[in-house]
């Protein structure tokens, strides 16, 4: 269960990422013309926020083998070049877990307290490849989908003052997000969004679920996002520090 609120995370980060770049540049500039139904409006933002890099500050709660897991954190994504930085802690039976991630591509590097006792002297982080979280259902359809791509909604309906309620389209999926489902029985609740003035979709709330391998998981995210367009640095960990995953022996990450 810990991997997979661990693995849940970049979703709040990524689900409304974007590229780099400075804000307030041509690119970014926000349209005069609104779209004209509540379906547009909010597959419009979430298009324009998909494209700009983000600070995103997140909530969440894990479900599964009949434990929760709380999550909190707050991290910078960019969708563009596929990396970011994110700090978190995770809740479990009073117990707080610090954790750091480190995006990079196609590769998540994780570090926390939680591993120490399983690394060898001189190593501080897991490399974690994000096609091996497939099988993790909705956290693995997060991972393994384009950063910054948020699902198209359909059924939208306008809640008032920006806000905004809807469905996934799942006919409109990209082949990786449908790739990571494959399986997992995932099933995805109602989405809530918020619009700015600018453009951007500044909140979304979450829920989904999945079934595989006989373990079953409830997520729920809630993200609030600012800083659209600011230049998102990250600094890989070094090989002498870092450790696959796969060959690291700790339960729930090991093949």
Not at 25 to 39: F, G, K, L, R
Not at 41 to 70: C, D, E, L, P, Y
Not at 209 to 226: D, F, H, N, P
Request: hydrophobic fraction near 40%; charge should be positive; proline fraction near 5%.
């Amino acid at each position: 269960m810990r991997r997979l609120a661990l693995l849940a995370v970049p979703f709040a980060l990524a689900a409304c990422g974007g590229s780099g770049g400075s804000k307030g540049v041509a690119d970014h500039t926000v349209s005069t013309t609104t779209p004209a139904n509540a379906s547009a409006t909010v597959n419009h933002a979430i298009a324009r926020t998909s494209k700009v890099s983000v600070h995103a500050q997140f909530s969440g709660v894990v479900t599964a083998a009949g434990q929760k897991v709380h999550m909190d954190g707050s991290g910078d994504v960019d969708p563009k070049s596929r990396r970011g930085t994110m700090h978190l802690t995770m809740s479990l039976a009073g117990q707080q877990i610090p954790f750091d991630e480190v995006l990079d591509g196609k590769t998540v590097y994780v570090a926390s307290s939680f591993f120490t006792s399983f690394l060898p002297s001189g190593k501080k982080w897991l490399k974690v490849t994000l096609s091996a979280a497939s099988n993790l259902g909705a956290a693995g359809f997060a991972l393994t989908s384009e950063p910054g791509a948020v699902p198209p909604l359909q059924d939208v309906k306008s809640l008032g003052g920006g806000t905004y309620s809807g469905r996934v389209d799942e006919a409109k999926l990209s082949q990786s997000q449908k790739a990571a489902l494959a399986g997992t029985h995932a099933k995805f609740g109602p989405v809530k969004i918020s619009v700015g003035n600018d453009g951007y979709v500044h909140r979304l709330e979450l829920v989904s679920s999945s079934s595989a391998g006989g373990k079953k998981a409830r997520i729920v995210l809630t993200t609030t996002m600012s800083s659209f367009g600011t230049p998102v640095h990250v600094t890989i960990p070094p090989s002498a520090e870092t450790l696959d995953a796969s060959n690291a022996g700790i339960p729930g990450f090991s093949s």
